[in-house]
């Protein structure tokens, strides 16, 4: 027998006995109201949560918001905006872009996190050549932990996928802390109910 046989009969006669894997708990016992808790956090990684206008007009509200924006490029049916990501063929063409909008499949109150993939940006470069990110979250979709947000299918159907807990945010060595520095300078949260399939 060559070593190498020998070295692979060694490794498959060490293999081990398979075993269920163990039920690993949500630890949800207790969490304190999931909308409530992702203000919190949400606002401790530099977020900001702006309420809807009474009068429900999202896109004067960031245009109030952002009064020096030029070209506000929309994902979103909510919003118009002066630019429309189902036209952009390059991710280059994004690059002057001063307000991107989008809408985020779920969020998680323990991170203060948005979740976004390629299905909710369009294209990828929205989330990071703009300078400020407006997200329409529906208050319903905020999971409590990064336990329930790990369980859902979203992960396993979609190639590209990041929780965005609040701006690009850097510190130097003396803890200066620096908002905006490799990408997005804000971000911003509108609760906005979210239109769901009937049936």
Known sequence: MSSRNAILASLRAAQRTPATLPDVPMFDVGLPPALDRF???FAQMGGIWAEMPADG???ALIRTRFTDAK????????VAGTQRIEE????????DVDVGVVRPRFAVAETGSIWLSEMQY????????????????????IVGNLHHAYHRSEFFAVNYAV???????TADIEGVL???????????VIPATRVRASG
Not at 71 to 78: D, K, L, Q, R
Not at 122 to 141: E, F, I, K, R, T
Request: charged letters at 20%; aromatic letters at 2%; glycine letters at 6%.
């Open 39 to 41: 203000k919190e956090t």
């Open 88 to 95: 952009v063929r390059d991710p280059h063409e994004l690059d």
């Open 122 to 141: 369009h294209v990828n470069a929205l989330g990071y050549l703009s300078q400020h990110l407006v997200a329409l979250l529906d208050p319903a979709d």
């Open 57 to 59: 007009d999202i896109e």
């Open 163 to 169: 929780l965005m807990s609040g701006p690009s945010a």
């Open 71 to 78: 070209v506000i490029c929309s994902a979103v049916p909510e």
């Open 178 to 188: 620096i908002r905006g520095a490799q990408g997005i300078r804000s971000l911003t």
